[in-house]
């Protein structure tokens, strides 16, 4: 590129050549056709430095930079790209892990739910069983104290029918008479109350 606008200059300035004759009559030295050869000689000399530099030391630089931050977007879209890959890759595995923890803690919670409501089964029957030894217990005490009873009671209504008699009479009275009377009449009521 820098070629073709050297070449392009020194055509123009050529080309205008019959101008040249017509500005030199009024005065403008630079058009005058006998400086033309050191203006053209500065004009490549100028062109030519200018050239050299541009296509050595700056056109180059610009070059590697472009290239380099050419390559610096291409190596930042390929992160990225990876990146974006990895996450997606870490988004499914955290949602296979949710997932596998969701199924775990219902298999938990069946198993911890079996497993007390197996408990609480045990722990009702040992319950009702020890109620129902408690109950036969409390049953039979009840059964000997039922039989026990008419004669204990016989016995403290006898002392305590002797007491009174001989506290009303002033003397003794026979125990035997009063033990008859006593089992008479429990033998009555004894009928009305546990069905003998």
Not at 144 to 156: E, F, M, Q, T, Y
Request: no cysteine; aromatic share 10%.
């Amino acid at each position: 590129m820098i070629k073709k606008i050297f070449f392009q200059s020194i055509f123009f300035s050529f080309l205008f050549f019959k101008e040249a004759f017509a500005a030199e009559s009024g005065g403008m030295p630079q058009l005058n056709p006998e400086f033309w050869i050191s203006q053209i000689f500065w004009l490549v000399l100028t062109f030519g430095i200018m050239y050299v530099v541009l296509s050595k030391f700056i056109l180059p630089k610009i070059s590697n930079n472009l290239e380099s931050r050419k390559s610096q977007i291409l190596e930042n879209i390929e992160a990225a790209e990876k990146q974006r890959e990895d996450s997606e890759a870490k988004l499914k595995e955290y949602d296979e892990i949710i997932l596998k923890s969701k199924m775990e803690a219902k298999t938990i919670f069946n198993q911890t739910r079996e497993k007390t409501l197996k408990d609480i089964g045990a722990k009702k029957e040992v319950l009702d069983q020890q109620i129902d030894d408690e109950i036969n217990k409390a049953e039979k005490e009840i059964e000997v104290l039922r039989v026990g009873a008419p004669d204990k009671i016989n016995k403290i209504a006898i002392e305590t029918s002797s007491e009174l008699l001989e506290k009303l009479i002033g003397s003794g009275v026979n125990s035997s008479s009063i033990s008859a009377i006593v089992d008479d009449l429990s033998r009555r009521n004894g009928d009305k109350y546990y069905g003998n």
